[in-house]
T-cell receptor, first 116, second 111 residues
Framework: DAGVTQSPTHLIKTRGQQVTLRCSPKSGHDTVSWYQQALGQGPQFIFQYYEEEERQRGNFPDRFSGHQFPNYSSELNVNALELDDSALYLC???????????????FGPGTRLTVL | GNSVTQMEGPVTLSEEAFLTINCTYT??????LFWYVQYPGEGLQLLLKATKADDKGSNKGFEATYRKETTSFHLEKGSVQVSDSAVYFC??????????FGSGTQLTVLP
């Protein structure tokens, strides 16, 4: 059973560019959350997708947007990249955002984004 | 909103020493609490969890008890091993299901 997968592993961009990161959830999971982890810090919640809609959003600007596809995979898009966007971007999948149950979130290995 | 404050590191211990990493939280309502671990070169993994007051989560010799009266969830292990070297995150999750992470504590265990 494949766990959460993310692509690419590493990415280098320049200021002002746009980037798309991809995530495939663990088999059977329907909810995807994205986190930003700056060097030496804990991950910060960006947003969560369930049933192809953004359900929750953290304190991130509109430059950060996402999408969830019918197969539950997800993309994170960042426009007008800034130097401070350099970080490890983590995807986490879980089951049942639409239920009252709290389920464990499984994390992928992350995409390391460097903005020059 | 929710916030988590955990003991700053790095923490360096000798093998078989006792480990405590302090964690306190602030939240609206009663969050679920977790400890996640990030081993070198690996992704975040759930170590243990507790979903209500007085619950004790345990795994791999690690324990943490959900203390509502002190809003704490301290991580403990009686005898650490070199293989426990990693970054440990205290995490809370409210009804919104988003995880709120502490800043992480780097643990190094020396043989």
């Amino acid at each position: 059973d494949a766990g959460v997968t993310q692509s690419p592993t590493h990415l280098i961009k320049t200021r002002g560019q746009q980037v798309t990161l991809r995530c495939s959830p663990k088999s059977g999971h329907d909810t995807v959350s994205w986190y930003q982890q700056a060097l030496g810090q804990g991950p910060q919640f960006i947003f969560q997708y369930y049933e192809e809609e953004e359900r929750q959003r953290g304190n991130f600007p509109d430059r950060f947007s996402g999408h969830q596809f019918p197969n539950y995979s997800s993309e994170l898009n960042v426009n007008a990249l800034e130097l401070d966007d350099s970080a490890l971007y983590l995807c986490a999948s879980s089951l049942g955002a639409g239920t009252s149950r709290l389920n464990e979130q499984f994390f992928g290995p992350g995409t390391r984004l460097t903005v020059l | 909103g929710n916030s988590v404050t955990q003991m700053e590191g790095p923490v360096t211990l000798s093998e078989e020493a006792f480990l405590t990493i302090n964690c306190t939280y602030t939240a609206t309502g009663y969050p679920s609490l977790f400890w996640y671990v990030q081993y070198p070169g690996e992704g975040l993994q759930l170590l243990l969890k507790a979903t209500k007051a007085d619950d004790k989560g345990s795994n791999k010799g690690f324990e943490a008890t959900y203390r509502k009266e002190t809003t704490s969830f301290h991580l403990e292990k009686g005898s650490v091993q070199v293989s426990d070297s990693a970054v440990y995150f205290c995490v809370s999750s409210g009804s919104a299901r988003q995880l709120t992470f502490g800043s992480g504590t780097q643990l190094t265990v020396l043989p």
